[in-house]
């Protein structure tokens, strides 16, 4: 016996309004699918089959092959017939886990006990919620017993059955051989013309056995999304969950409703974040890291006392203990800054491996360019590092002063204890010890005279 997963995403989501499927739009910067996907595979060691439809090419060219397994409907008729097609898929002996592309954010723990729920006597197990307004949904109907006996949907309820609180989220764990049977049953004998998966609960009844239950711990995560209204207030509750984990790991917020992660975030102790902050891809802060206003952290590693100014771009970067970044930084891939090094505002970084207790501080660029320890450049520093065709690197030793307003032109050289003149263009090897530099002569033209306005 294995557990199968079959996730349904071959709805159009017309509400979205969009030449996306909706499985595609995107929550914290990942499709919904993506987020369904991901916790399936925290379950199995199987291909994860998903049902595809609308857009299909569209979803496997976003989602890739690895670890999936396409099934295309090319008529959506119905939840029952989207498995229906699937069948050939899983054997009597599974279990059968179905999952919908558009309700992302069920956890791992939940499903597990859905699944665990499923035995010989219950070869079916809903996941179902109580709300507080269970308008619109498919209401649990239970006998005296508290055994289940049926599903129904809002339009076909009594006036009694429309007060019950417990709802379908659709999602189920069933034994492989019950549901086959059950899908052979199927009826589209309804005014939409389709085949219900939930037809399958009275199915089960009938045949005698019993229709087990279990709840996840929020409505979050039954929670999926039909429009973009639905979309953007789905967000705001993730990043909510999202902030409060980080609290609940002592990271001070400043206000936690104006933070944005898309992706992963490790943390140390004692970390300080302020308003308007995005993290994207797997970033890392270490203890005392403090982070202001409006920054970008992308895919980096920011080491223990470091402190981010605001309005900064760190995207691909390395960053040692007790770095002092921006305001206005940009930190680009390939950077890699060691202990207590110090990128100034508007200053931007590539390629770059910067040694410990460099100064960077104002108005320069530095690409593909290995600096050694307490190096100082000055303001309005570049290294011409592309000559049209090729990169080259500019090599920088320690100790080296560099003036303001000058050009490296790789690939160079800057010698250990160098000094470069303030507005040289430097393109052979500065000597050790030594000032180079590079300056046309100064003239004074007495006779000129500044143009008249005509």
Known sequence: ??????????????????????????????????????????????????????????????????GLIYIEQEEQLGTGHAVQVAESHFDDNDTVLILYGDVPLTRKSTLENLISKVDEQHPLALLTIELADSS????????????????????????????IKEINTGMLAAKGGS????????SNDNAQGEYYLT???????????????????????????????????????????????LMSKGVTLVDSSRLDIRGHVDVGMDVSIDVNVIFEGKVSLGDNVTIGANCVIRNAHIAANTVIHPFSHIDGAQLDESCDIGPYARLRP?????????????????????????????????????MGSNVNIGAGTITCNYDGTNKHQTLIGDDVFVGSDTQLVAPVTIEKGATIGAGSTITKTA???TLTLSRSKQLSIATWQRPQKK
């Not at 089960?204 to 953007?232: F, H, M, W, Y």
């Open 1 to 66: 016996m294995s557990l199968k997963i079959l996730v349904l995403a071959a709805g159009k989501g017309t509400r979205m309004r969009s030449h996306h499927p909706k499985v595609l739009q995107p929550l914290a910067q990942k499709p919904l699918l993506a987020h369904v996907v991901e916790t399936a595979e925290n379950l199995t060691d199987q291909a994860i089959i998903t049902i595809v439809g609308h857009g299909a090419e569209q979803v496997k060219s976003v989602m890739g092959s690895e």
């Open 136 to 163: 619109g949904y498919g209401r649990i109907v239970r006998n005296a017993a508290g055994a289940v006996t049926s599903i129904v949907e809002q339009k076909d309820a009594s006036e009694a059955q429309k007060q």
């Open 179 to 186: 549901l086959r049977q059950w899908l052979s049953q199927l």
């Open 199 to 245: 037809d399958i609960v009275s199915l089960c009844v009938d045949s005698g056995c019993q229709v087990a239950t279990s709840q996840p711990d929020s409505e979050i995560e039954v929670l999926g999304v039909n429009d973009k209204r639905q979309l953007q207030g789905l967000e705001r509750d993730y990043q909510a969950l999202l902030a409060d984990d």
């Open 334 to 370: 390939g950077t890699t800054l060691a202990q207590s090094v110090k990128i100034g505002n508007f200053v931007e970084t590539k390629n770059a491996q910067i040694a410990t207790g460099s100064k960077v501080n104002h108005l320069s660029y530095i690409g593909d360019t290995k």
């Open 431 to 433: 000597p050790a010890n």
